[in-house]
């Protein structure tokens, strides 16, 4: 097939790498714009484009789908199937209607639940056993199209959404071409997503970081798995701002908040309790709990807020 790729993060990098060791030829690659990153605001291409140029696939960076000028580019380029993974932009009709193949969304979740921006946190924050990856034919709202093919994943006790992120982005990867491949060949039946089992994610934002340790242990390991790398669970302790990056269910009991054990390093929740595996000070470096207690080290009954 020729394919028009659109893509933006990480995340739609293995994708884009399967395609363009494929048989398949890549005719352009669409990305979003350069932008400035870290404190010095230095112009940063994204994965995505860093990806296209090391394959020699010609790179646009439009800030806009809904003009003339786009859609002209791509009438031209004439693509076979546009295939899509965390673009970042939603593509109007006129758009979605130029490929003989349609539109191919690449997307971390099973459709229906967990439609928009993100699946993969949500998935990690709820406690979720399975999750998986879904392809679809992309329609004029957000992840509403039909359903192409589908693949499961468990998730780990332990596993926290950026791991899953990388996971399911290699998932996702082979999922694509098994869909282009069925397209090809007229194996796939499109099935229609069923809207009254739809549910949707909201952005994930510095709001859902502080713990409330009156919470289940479940509940709050799952917000510190959910929340990595970014933001970060968040607590203070003695007067100090502190990010908990990893923990470890527990069954043992206290006033939820207190430190109820220094080895390992465990506090008391709601129900049951948590070991801290690896914590952060504001403005210090990420260390696990047994260096971080040598350098400021806690008492039984100290406690977090």
């Known amino acids: 097939m020729n394919i028009v790729f659109m893509g933006t993060p990480d995340f739609a990098v293995p994708t884009l790498e399967k395609l363009a060791e494929s048989y398949h030829k890549i005719?352009?690659?669409?990305?979003?714009?350069?932008?400035?990153?870290?404190?010095?605001?230095?112009l940063t291409p994204p994965d995505v484009k860093v990806?296209?140029?090391?394959?020699?696939?010609?790179?646009?960076?439009?800030?806009?789908?809904?003009?003339?000028?786009?859609?002209?580019?791509?009438?031209?380029?004439?693509?076979?199937?546009?295939?899509?993974?965390?673009?970042?932009?939603?593509l109007p009709k006129d758009i979605l209607d130029i490929p003989k193949y349609g539109c191919v969304n690449v997307h971390a979740s099973l459709l229906p639940k967990y439609r928009g921006a993100s699946p993969i946190q949500h998935s990690v924050l709820n406690g979720d056993k399975i999750t998986g990856v879904t392809t679809m034919f992309m329609g004029e709202e957000m992840d509403t199209g039909d359903i192409l093919l589908t693949s499961e994943t468990e998730i780990g006790e332990n596993e926290t959404s950026a791991e899953l992120f990388d996971r399911l982005s290699l998932l996702g990867a082979d999922l694509l071409l098994e869909t282009l491949e069925g397209l090809e060949n007229s194996s796939i039946t499109p099935l229609k997503q069923d809207d009254s089992k739809a549910t949707y994610t909201v952005k994930i934002t510095k709001s859902m970081c502080p713990i409330d340790w009156t919470k289940t242990n479940f509940e709050i390991h799952n917000q510190v798995r959910g929340l990595q790398t970014w933001p970060?669970?968040?607590?203070?302790?003695?007067?100090?701002?502190?990010?908990?990056?990893?923990?470890?269910?527990?069954?043992?009991?206290?006033?939820?908040?207190?430190v109820i054990d220094l080895n390992p390093?465990?506090?008391?929740?709601?129900?049951?309790?948590?070991?801290?595996?690896?914590?952060?000070?504001?403005?210090?470096?990420?260390?696990d709990s047994k260096t971080f207690l040598l350098g400021h080290p806690l008492n039984i009954g100290d406690k977090f807020i």
């Open 27 to 42: 005719l352009a690659v669409y990305t979003q714009p350069d932008k400035p990153v870290g404190r010095k605001q230095l």
């Open 265 to 287: 390093l465990t506090v008391a929740c709601g129900e049951g309790s948590l070991v801290i595996k690896e914590l952060q000070l504001n403005g210090k470096k990420r260390m």
């Open 232 to 258: 970060v669970a968040t607590s203070t302790l003695n007067g100090k701002d502190i990010k908990v990056h990893s923990t470890f269910l527990c069954k043992k009991s206290g006033n939820a908040g207190e």
């Open 51 to 90: 990806c296209a140029e090391k394959y020699n696939i010609p790179v646009f960076q439009p800030t806009t789908l809904r003009d003339e000028i786009s859609y002209k580019e791509l009438k031209k380029l004439n693509p076979d199937v546009i295939v899509v993974v965390a673009y970042g932009k939603i």
